[in-house]
């Protein structure tokens, strides 16, 4: 079945929070120390920084959907709610995640196609994203779409500073 996609609402505050945290847990809980995640799960997935995003015209979430459960989402971001470069023409990815029950089954490939799409209709130049240097699954399907590496920068989970490969897709 071919999930849908949809724009998250603000009264879909508790699920998206339920999702960011289950999915953050499953993609990283291996391969880091577990206060640096807790500290950084607790700081970004709070219902007040959710919802303060949610409530951002510039940025937009969407949830990937499969008989009305969600298994995957995508935030992207314009103009000054982008994390970095905050170009004009510009369209930020700044996540994309999938339940681990569900990865390799292109729930990934629809969601980045619709911010593909939204970039488009924007009439934006590039899309841009980071990209944790020691996430090969996610750098291969970012490559696999088009996406070139272009800078590094760091990105800090909890106490461990980490290098982020940024990436961007010319449209
Ligand atoms: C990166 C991600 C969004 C891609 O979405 P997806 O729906 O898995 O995308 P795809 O179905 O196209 O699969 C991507 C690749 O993973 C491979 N794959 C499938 N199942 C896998 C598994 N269980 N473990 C590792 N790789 C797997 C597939 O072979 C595919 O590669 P291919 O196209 O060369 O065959 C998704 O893997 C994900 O949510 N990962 C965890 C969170 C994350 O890393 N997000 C990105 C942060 S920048």
């Given at each position: 079945m071919t999930p849908t996609i949809v724009k998250v609402n603000k009264l879909q505050l508790s699920q998206l929070q339920q999702l960011a945290i289950q999915t953050f847990k499953e993609s990283f809980t291996d391969a880091n120390h577990v206060d640096d995640l807790k500290e950084y799960i607790t700081e970004s997935f709070s219902m007040e920084k959710l919802s303060k995003e949610l409530s951002n015209p510039n940025s937009v979430f969407y949830f990937a959907k499969i008989n009305d459960q969600e298994i995957g989402y995508l935030k992207i971001n314009v103009g000054d709610a982008?994390?970095?470069?905050?170009?004009?023409?510009f369209l930020e990815i700044e996540r994309i995640y999938v339940l681990e029950k569900f990865i390799g089954k292109k729930v990934g490939q629809l969601l980045l196609e619709k911010a593909i799409k939204i970039a488009h209709e924007k009439n934006m130049e590039y899309i841009w994203l980071g990209v944790w240097e020691e996430n090969p699954r996610a750098i291969n399907f970012y490559k696999k779409n088009g996406f070139v590496a272009f800078d590094k920068h760091i990105f800090t989970i909890g106490s461990d500073d980490q290098i982020d490969i940024m990436m961007k897709l010319k449209l």
């Open positions: 982008q994390t970095e470069l905050q170009e004009n023409n």
